[in-house]
């Protein structure tokens, strides 16, 4: 993990002015796995968010054998897999991101089989991945998994020739039709992806997709047809905005009781999270691709569930969490998503927040005042939350383990600090 990251916030200062939102982390994932799967020429990823996670999967692109150069200042991924050399996806480098799941089509189609010694991303409970496998499986694949020395885990598929067929989802998982929809382009035949997520991240590997001559349609329908091709070929693609990210500055105005232009932010990529967070008190103004968005009346309490897109997204529940500890009266939060998402209830305890959990439903106590504390971040979004809960509460808030923040959002001291917050990111 290298060195410890600490963030230290003091509350109290309103947000203003102008933030421009990140590319999605979401997004520029699948497309590192999908860039692989162009045997020539070079992939030339634009508007890409300097985040860990991208270094972590330029790192497993290079263990691939992939040439791939981040150009940090113009945000710019330029990636040459003509020469892949593994199938391995190693441990220390694959269990550090969900997203080195995503490399596992490429794999297939270059050698046939892909090696994955570890899978990682953020501890939300149950993370399951059958969906994949079981995917996998019907187009022809055979999966094993086998117990390395130290007890690990190490999965093996293998696929001579991958065959379309008729897949589905139990549920619409946003990496599970990532990876179907990958391993169905360069496949015999055609496929159909029943109950394919919708999130926008997903129309948006589709778009590169199809730039590269994949055959796809019913994107954002829930039906995905796929009919394989012979070969994609490497293009240029400006990944979009990342609306988590935006959904967290709406929330860091929210807080506050400041205003801001979002740069490059869509209300309606936050589904239903903008409907509630209006109902909280805050007001939109889409002008263009900039969205204004302010807070200067009393923060009312709110009833949140966690659903697909377009639903109240799951990583922009820690969030709200935070946001709902100012409300004037009980807020209510049903995380269906995930069974262990609900860490941050203890470290907002710390800062005097009043949150009861039972299962996956929490309520929020509101109005609580917060004061600064040293917590730590269990996950990314808990580390949004925490950066959020300290910009609003009295004194210092000291933010641990924010490796985890760090993992998806980019220069984010940098970009408060220019509102006018008061954080630092501290290393060692
Ligand atoms: C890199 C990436 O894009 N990560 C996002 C992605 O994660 P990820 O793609 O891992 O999330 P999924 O949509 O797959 O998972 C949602 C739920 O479905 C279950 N499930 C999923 C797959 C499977 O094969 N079997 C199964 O049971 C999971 O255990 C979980 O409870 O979507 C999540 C839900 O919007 C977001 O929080 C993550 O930020
Ligand atoms: C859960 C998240 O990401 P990942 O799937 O990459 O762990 C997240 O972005 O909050």
Same mark, same amino acid.
Request: aromatic share 6%.
């Given at each position: 993990?290298?060195?410890?990251?600490?963030?230290?916030?003091?509350?109290?200062?309103?947000?203003?002015? $102008?933030?421009?939102?990140?590319?999605?982390?979401?997004?520029?994932?699948?497309?590192?796995?999908?860039?692989?799967?162009?045997?020539?020429?070079?992939?030339?990823?634009?508007?890409?968010?300097?985040?860990?996670?991208?270094?972590?999967?330029?790192?497993? /692109?290079?263990?691939?054998?992939? @040439?791939?150069?981040?150009?940090?200042?113009?945000?710019?991924?330029?990636?040459?897999?003509?020469?892949?050399?593994?199938?391995?996806?190693?441990?220390?480098?694959?269990?550090?991101?969900?997203?080195?799941?995503?490399?596992?089509?490429?794999?297939?189609?270059?050698?046939?089989?892909?090696?994955?010694?570890?899978?990682?991303?953020?501890?939300?409970?149950?993370?399951?991945?059958?969906?994949?496998?079981?995917?996998?499986?019907?187009?022809?694949?055979?999966?094993?998994?086998?117990?390395?020395?130290?007890?690990?885990?190490?999965?093996?598929?293998?696929?001579?020739?991958?065959?379309?067929?008729?897949?589905?989802?139990? $549920?619409?998982?946003?990496?599970?039709?990532?990876?179907?929809?990958?391993?169905?382009?360069?496949?015999?035949?055609?496929?159909?992806?029943?109950?394919?997520?919708?999130?926008?991240?997903?129309?948006?590997?589709?778009?590169?997709?199809?730039?590269?001559?994949?055959?796809?349609?019913?994107?954002?329908?829930?039906?995905?047809?796929?009919?394989?091709?012979?070969?994609?070929? /490497?293009?240029?693609?400006?990944?979009?905005?990342?609306?988590?990210?935006?959904?967290?500055?709406?929330?860091?105005?929210?807080?506050?009781?400041?205003?801001?232009?979002?740069?490059?932010?869509?209300?309606?990529?936050?589904?239903?999270?903008?409907?509630?967070?209006?109902?909280?008190?805050?007001?939109?103004?889409?002008?263009?691709?900039?969205?204004?968005?302010?807070?200067?009346?009393?923060?009312?309490?709110?009833?949140?569930?966690?659903?697909?897109?377009?639903?109240?997204?799951?990583?922009?529940?820690?969030?709200?969490?935070?946001?709902?500890?100012?409300?004037?009266?009980?807020?209510?939060?049903?995380?269906?998503?995930?069974?262990?998402?609900?860490?941050?209830?203890?470290?907002?305890? @710390?800062?005097?927040?009043?949150?009861?959990?039972?299962?996956?439903?929490?309520?929020?106590?509101?109005?609580?005042?917060?004061?600064?504390?040293?917590?730590?971040?269990?996950?990314?979004?808990?580390?949004?939350?925490?950066?959020?809960?300290?910009? /609003?509460?009295?004194?210092?808030?000291?933010?641990?383990?924010?490796?985890?923040?760090?993992?998806?959002?980019?220069?984010?001291?940098?970009?408060?600090?220019?509102?006018?917050?008061?954080?630092?990111?501290?290393?060692?």
């Amino acid at each position: 993990m290298g060195h410890e990251v600490r963030y230290r916030v003091r509350g109290g200062s309103q947000l203003h002015g $102008t933030v421009f939102v990140q590319g999605a982390k979401n997004a520029v994932l699948p497309m590192i796995g999908a860039s692989l799967m162009a045997s020539k020429g070079r992939t030339v990823l634009r508007n890409v968010p300097i985040i860990e996670d991208v270094r972590r999967a330029v790192e497993l /692109a290079r263990a691939v054998g992939a @040439k791939a150069e981040l150009h940090e200042t113009e945000r710019t991924l330029v990636i040459d897999a003509s020469s892949l050399s593994s199938p391995v996806l190693p441990a220390d480098i694959a269990s550090r991101f969900r997203g080195s799941f995503l490399f596992v089509p490429a794999l297939l189609h270059r050698f046939g089989e892909a090696v994955i010694e570890g899978v990682g991303g953020c501890n939300l409970g149950s993370r399951n991945l059958d969906f994949h496998y079981n995917g996998f499986k019907r187009m022809g694949a055979t999966v094993t998994e086998q117990v390395a020395d130290n007890g690990d885990g190490i999965i093996h598929i293998k696929a001579g020739d991958l065959r379309g067929g008729t897949l589905y989802c139990d $549920t619409p998982s946003h990496t599970g039709t990532e990876n179907l929809i990958m391993a169905a382009a360069l496949a015999r035949g055609t496929t159909l992806i029943k109950n394919a997520a919708l999130e926008p991240e997903v129309l948006d590997n589709i778009a590169l997709l199809q730039a590269m001559g994949a055959k796809i349609s019913g994107g954002g329908t829930g039906f995905v047809t796929v009919e394989g091709v012979g070969e994609l070929t /490497a293009v240029e693609h400006t990944v979009m905005p990342d609306r988590i990210d935006a959904g967290v500055f709406v929330m860091a105005a929210a807080i506050t009781g400041g205003d801001l232009n979002l740069v490059g932010a869509t209300l309606e990529h936050l589904g239903v999270a903008a409907d509630k967070l209006e109902q909280m008190g805050v007001e939109f103004h889409q002008q263009g691709a900039v969205l204004q968005v302010r807070r200067d009346r009393t923060l009312r309490p709110i009833n949140v569930i966690t659903d697909e897109y377009p639903g109240f997204a799951t990583d922009l529940q820690s969030p709200i969490m935070a946001l709902s500890c100012f409300a004037e009266g009980p807020s209510y939060i049903y995380e269906r998503i995930f069974d262990g998402r609900f860490k941050l209830a203890d470290e907002l305890a @710390k800062m005097g927040a009043d949150i009861e959990v039972d299962g996956n439903r929490a309520k929020v106590n509101g109005p609580r005042g917060l004061r600064g504390a040293e917590v730590e971040a269990h996950d990314l979004r808990c580390g949004s939350a925490l950066v959020l809960a300290g910009l /609003a509460a009295e004194g210092e808030t000291t933010i641990t383990s924010a490796y985890y923040l760090d993992r998806g959002h980019a220069h984010t001291a940098e970009r408060l600090s220019q509102l006018g917050a008061d954080i630092v990111r501290e290393v060692g």
